[in-house]
């Protein structure tokens, strides 16, 4: 017959086939799957093949081949399965033989249908409690292992007691102590702890035997083994241990912490030391709320609130200008998010009075261990500095009117020169008054215009060539009745000289254009348009090329 789905499969070992198929029907009755072996060699083929077998009946006697109980060892060996003896001995012996191999049961063939059916049920029954015993001690074996795994290999120290002396330490523990294991098992507990913690320690241990509230996390000193002082974050609870209540904790070495936490202490307060008693910075801190947490002597005279009023107020409500509000806020909050300071800068703050300080300020965002973070606003007073800056303006707007003053005068002084060498000129009769009275004229000409290309100028010390050189041109040709007959072409190149190189090269060009307005053209070569061409370097280049004249 097909097996059905949850049908439990029998295998039946009997040598005898009339036995076995009365057997088999037997099982099929009450709902089994039977399947038959002739002998115990038969039976081990079958069950290596069928894995699915879920119960053996087992015939002690097969015959001329192994029998029964040998059968029964070699599959015990391969396979855990409940396997219930079927025969006709009844002899203790035998009885007592079976036993050995596996409890599941002995029925004798003449036992009746029901005491069989009944045997085999409480065999699965029996099987079924075994297996989940099986794997109730899997899972507590594996959970030990794992528990011991977990303490042996931690980086925290693991410990259980019970009346002041310890029944389990790990490494760690050890080492954390300077102990061996061993030592440590047989020390008292109060022995490791420090004095100066241990009624502090002892307040915790009895309040929690009372069953009152008591912190089960806790940080006290110990003394180890080479008399080094130690801080540990002990954790303590209690629990049952080998059928009483125990203490189980475990302890975390955080010495470098506490040492590290007191440096910084200390730094902080070398820094809020040397901060309070800076003259002439104003230091505030506050928080990314805006509460003051910090106020130095120079905040005090720079906005007038004592370091009394200031702590605990919000800074926006202490300095900051209304119409600035809104932009600090935002400014603050970006500065805690991304860390970024805010950019330095001068501003108009708002003292107790009323009154505006002008200040350069400038922030730090700093970080301490275990505190909420905590804006500096670090802030030097402008005033001084506006001050200086407004006289220097001051100097300097009078100092330019002074300059255009003196230059307005300076150059009225020249035209008046030049306005007296023709007046001069225009009395003469003799031509070569006349010429020198003309040529002094245009050598003061050709000093005005680099005074007024000097004043001119962004730099007093130097100018460009060729601005001046193409104004001088124009201002010394106009000045003879010939020039609207010639073309005046230069070729510069712009470079800046200083004046005193200036002066006398205005000058030598002077009288070389003088002398070529004069001399090199005829009255009659005026009806047309001649034309002095080349560069003011070819014009003034020597004969050998080099440059001079």
Request: hydrophobic share 40%.
């Amino acid at each position: 017959m097909n097996k059905q789905e949850n049908q439990k499969t029998i295998l039946l070992v009997e040598d005898e086939a009339l036995i076995a198929v009365i057997g088999k029907q037997t099982l099929n009755k009450h709902d089994y799957n039977a399947i038959l072996a002739s002998s115990g060699e038969k039976a081990i083929e079958i069950l290596r093949t069928t894995p699915d077998i879920d119960l053996i009946l087992m015939d002690i006697n097969l015959g001329k081949g192994m029998n029964g109980i040998e059968a029964a060892e070699i599959i015990l060996r391969e396979k855990d399965i409940p396997i219930l003896f079927l025969s006709s001995y009844t002899q203790a012996e035998v009885v007592e033989k079976t036993e050995r191999i596996t409890s599941y049961g002995y029925v004798t063939k003449d036992s009746g249908e029901m005491v069989l059916i009944a045997s085999i049920k409480m065999a699965f029954k029996l099987f079924e409690a075994h297996r989940e015993l099986k794997e109730r001690e899997k899972a507590l074996r594996e959970s030990e292992d794992l528990y011991r795994t977990l303490t042996e290999q931690s980086h925290d120290g693991i410990f259980i007691y019970r009346e002041n002396h310890f029944l389990y330490v790990n490494d760690r523990m050890a080492e954390i102590f300077g102990y061996p294991k061993e030592e440590l098992l047989s020390m008292d507990f109060w022995d490791l702890v420090h004095p100066d913690c241990r009624d502090y320690v002892l307040d915790i241990a009895q309040r929690r035997a009372r069953g009152e509230a008591a912190p089960n996390t806790y940080e006290a000193a110990v003394t180890a083994k080479d008399g080094n002082v130690k801080h540990l974050e002990f954790a303590v609870s209690a629990v049952v241990y080998s059928g009483s209540y125990a203490a189980i904790g475990s302890l975390r070495d955080i010495t470098e912490r506490k040492e590290a936490e007191e440096a910084l202490r200390e730094s902080e307060e070398r820094f809020r030391s040397l901060l309070q008693n800076v003259p002439s910075i104003a230091v505030q801190g506050y928080r990314l709320d805006g509460i003051t947490t910090y106020w130095n002597q120079a905040s005090e005279q720079f906005y007038g609130y004592t370091s009394q009023e200031a702590i605990g107020q919000n800074l926006l409500d202490l300095i900051i200008p209304p119409e600035m509000r809104e932009d600090v806020e935002e400014s603050m909050e970006q500065m805690g998010r991304t860390h970024l300071p805010i950019p330095s800068s001068e501003l108009f703050l708002i003292r107790k009075d009323g009154s505006r300080i002008a200040v350069f300020s400038h922030h730090a965002l700093v970080q301490t261990l275990g505190q909420p973070q905590e804006l500096f606003c670090i802030d030097i007073d402008l005033t001084k500095r506006m001050e200086a800056e407004e006289k220097i303006k001051s100097l300097l707007a009078e100092k330019e009117l002074l300059l255009r003053e003196v230059h307005h005068r300076i150059k009225n002084n020249m035209n008046v020169i030049m306005s007296l060498f023709s007046l001069q000129s225009s009395t003469q009769k003799d031509p070569s008054v006349i010429s020198s009275l003309e040529d002094a004229r245009n050598r003061i000409q050709t000093m005005m215009v680099l005074y007024d290309k000097l004043y001119r100028s962004a730099d007093f010390r130097e100018i460009s060539t060729k601005e001046y050189l193409t104004s001088l041109v124009d201002e010394i040709v106009m000045h003879f009745p010939n020039w609207g007959s010639i073309d005046i072409e230069t070729e510069i190149d712009d470079f800046a000289l200083d004046a005193k190189t200036l002066s006398p090269m205005g000058i030598i060009l002077n009288e070389l254009l003088t002398n070529a307005m004069k001399h090199a053209f005829p009255p009659e070569t005026f009806e047309t348009k001649d034309v002095v061409r080349g560069t003011w370097d070819e014009r003034n280049r020597g004969a050998d090329g080099s440059g001079h004249k």
